[in-house]
């Protein structure tokens, strides 16, 4: 069975958000649409505590984009964003969740970060989405959403790992490209991993 995923449709990740992924806001239309046509449809959210060791806030003298170790292992520094109960970490307005049947967050530990929407970066901690799909003989997956080159890639890369047929819907997804190159390398680092990346007309 297959499993749509649709990763981080949040309104902090869209235009006017605090950490905003260029156009993320295009990729809605295509989120609603697609549901229609998986019978199995999850979202993901990225849940921070206020205290969360990925903001910049939280460390003094660092700002967005600097790099810090964050208990031993390297960590960018983000805008605060998607804090937990606030308006930023809701699903943007438009995106309609009628079909999706559970939301897996992510990001909820403040000492450590998890781009992947199955492991913590450091993968110490699960987020249950491994289970949940393998207790329901889904082998098929594919992901759309935000950002392309931090949640998106790393959560295909640990779909692999766990051995999972995993797809990416790119015209579903956009990236920060934080540094200029960042959604080119990420597309070469899923490819040459194994990851099948379509278009919606492909499905
Ligand atoms: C993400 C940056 C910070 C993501 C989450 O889900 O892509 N990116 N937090
Ligand atoms: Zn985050």
Same mark, same amino acid.
């Given at each position: 069975m297959k499993a749509l995923i649709i990763v981080d449709l949040q309104n902090d990740f869209l235009?006017? #958000?605090?950490l905003p992924v260029p *156009? #993320?806001?295009?990729?809605i239309p295509l989120a609603n649409e697609l549901q229609q046509r998986f019978e199995l449809v999850l979202a993901t959210q990225d849940w921070h505590p206020p $205290? *969360?060791?990925?903001? !910049? !806030?939280?460390?003094? #003298?660092k700002k967005p984009g600097d790099r810090i170790i964050l208990d031993g292992i390297e960590q960018v520094l983000w805008p605060v *964003?998607?804090?937990? $109960?606030t308006h930023g970490a809701e699903f943007a307005p438009s995106f309609d969740m009628s079909r999706v049947v559970h939301v897996f967050h992510k990001g909820i530990d403040p000492r450590i970060d998890s781009y992947s929407t199955f492991f913590d970066n450091a993968h110490r901690?699960?987020?249950g989405l491994a289970d949940y799909l393998k207790k329901r003989g889904i082998n098929d997956i594919y992901l759309m959403g935000l950002a392309l080159d931090y949640c998106v890639k790393y959560s295909t890369l640990d779909a692999l790992q766990l051995g999972l047929n995993t797809h990416v819907i790119l015209d579903g997804c956009r990236g920060i490209d934080l540094e200029p190159g960042d959604v080119n390398h990420a597309l070469d680092e899923m490819k040459r991993a194994g990851v099948v990346l379509l278009q919606s007309s492909d499905l």
């Amino acid at each position: 069975m297959k499993a749509l995923i649709i990763v981080d449709l949040q309104n902090d990740f869209l235009p006017g #958000g605090t950490l905003p992924v260029p *156009h #993320g806001d295009e990729v809605i239309p295509l989120a609603n649409e697609l549901q229609q046509r998986f019978e199995l449809v999850l979202a993901t959210q990225d849940w921070h505590p206020p $205290n *969360h060791g990925s903001f !910049a !806030a939280n460390h003094k #003298g660092k700002k967005p984009g600097d790099r810090i170790i964050l208990d031993g292992i390297e960590q960018v520094l983000w805008p605060v *964003h998607c804090v937990q $109960n606030t308006h930023g970490a809701e699903f943007a307005p438009s995106f309609d969740m009628s079909r999706v049947v559970h939301v897996f967050h992510k990001g909820i530990d403040p000492r450590i970060d998890s781009y992947s929407t199955f492991f913590d970066n450091a993968h110490r901690r699960e987020t249950g989405l491994a289970d949940y799909l393998k207790k329901r003989g889904i082998n098929d997956i594919y992901l759309m959403g935000l950002a392309l080159d931090y949640c998106v890639k790393y959560s295909t890369l640990d779909a692999l790992q766990l051995g999972l047929n995993t797809h990416v819907i790119l015209d579903g997804c956009r990236g920060i490209d934080l540094e200029p190159g960042d959604v080119n390398h990420a597309l070469d680092e899923m490819k040459r991993a194994g990851v099948v990346l379509l278009q919606s007309s492909d499905l």
